[in-house]
């Protein structure tokens, strides 16, 4: 079973990424949180960057590039081509409306002229081997949209799928729509798919993979909330409390280094807080409350380890 941290913008970050190595809990493979291109500039440069320039984990690490325009995307493709990165990853996923006021992310699901250019600029750019594609469902329907979205991404051949199992306007709630991730193993057969969407639990993992036939698995908040997940997909043991408790000290170490001279108290605790957000319930709504409100280091340090 193939493994992958999902990216995610802010949260599975470079501090993310060391914690995982430091506490011994790897996936086999990285995605960078999306680089933005657009027509005038690719954002989120410098964040994505130090995850691949600095990436100490021994294991590889695609680049994901959200965008509209296959001019800005071949461009940025050329530049990221640069770094030691195993692959370009499109994101045709991110619900989030700014993006996709311009059809990126998941906007691409409801432009397929678009969908299309962009996959012919990317196969184009990309050496063989080293494409991939993280798509939802469709824009709205599942049924109506997900197979013309398949005969698309073929038309292209990729070379690794990865399929949140949702549609954008399912955003991050609702069951995701497993049975249409078993459509894509079988449509894409000559090209590994990775299911993603609420995997928290090993039980989870192996219905998963035995429902659907999927190459591997991609994991995201379930991965923050347990980080451990990793190993114990791996055939390693379940985290003891113990080492929960220093996972969150670890986290906070490793968050406060890559802040470095950035770093203010409050800075540092509000960095945390993107992560504990999916913490939270393994946590008593007493904890949750005072960790909402908690603006010092030592006092977090001590509500996750109490
Ligand atoms: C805060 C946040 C940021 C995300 N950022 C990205 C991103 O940059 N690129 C991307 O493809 N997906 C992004 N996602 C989606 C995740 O990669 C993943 O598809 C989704 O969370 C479902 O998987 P999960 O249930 O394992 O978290 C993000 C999700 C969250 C919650």
Redesign the pocket.
């Known amino acids: 079973m193939l493994l992958a941290l ?7 970050d470079l501090a993310f990424m060391r914690t995982l190595l430091r506490i011994g809990s790897l996936p086999d493979y990285f ?4 680089f933005r291109s657009t027509a005038t500039n690719c954002a989120y440069m410098e964040t994505n960057l130090g995850c691949i320039v600095e990436n100490e984990t021994g294991k590889p690490i695609w680049a ?1 590039i ?1 965008g509209s325009d296959p001019a800005a995307i071949t461009r940025d493709i050329e530049t990221l081509l640069k770094y030691p990165i195993a692959g370009i ?1 499109l ?4 619900p989030s409306p700014l993006v996709n006021r311009n059809n990126a ?1 998941a906007g691409l699901l409801r432009d397929f002229p678009r969908f299309d250019a962009i996959l012919k600029a990317m196969r184009a750019a990309v050496p063989e081997g080293q494409l991939s594609v ?1 798509c ?1 469902l469709g824009w709205i329907d599942a049924a109506a949209e997900f197979e013309h979205i398949l005969d698309l991404i073929r038309s292209h051949n990729p070379d690794r799928v ?1 399929v ?1 199992a ?1 549609t954008r306007k399912q955003l ?1 709630g609702g069951t ?1 729509l497993i049975d249409y991730v078993r459509d894509a193993v079988r449509e894409l057969s000559s090209c590994p798919v990775m299911g ?5 639990t090993v039980e989870d993992a192996q219905h998963w993979m035995s429902y659907t036939g999927c190459a591997g698995l ?7 909330r347990n980080p451990f997940i990793f190993r114990q997909l791996h055939g390693g043991a379940a985290p003891t409390q113990d080492e929960m408790r220093n996972y969150y000290l670890i986290l906070i170490e490793e968050t406060g280094k890559v802040l470095y001279a950035k770093r203010t108290e409050k800075g540092h605790c509000n960095r945390m807080k ?1 992560y504990l ?2 913490i939270f319930p393994d946590l008593d709504a007493q904890r949750e409350y005072d960790l909402r409100r908690c603006d010092s280091i030592a006092q977090m340090q001590r509500l996750l380890t109490m």
Do not use: W
């Open positions: 999902a990216p995610m913008q802010d949260v599975t995605v960078t949180a999306y994901q959200a990853d994101n045709a996923g991110c992310g993280k939802r990865a949140h949702r991050y995701p993603n969407g609420d995997i928290v991609m994991i995201g908040r379930g991965a923050v993107k957000s999916f």
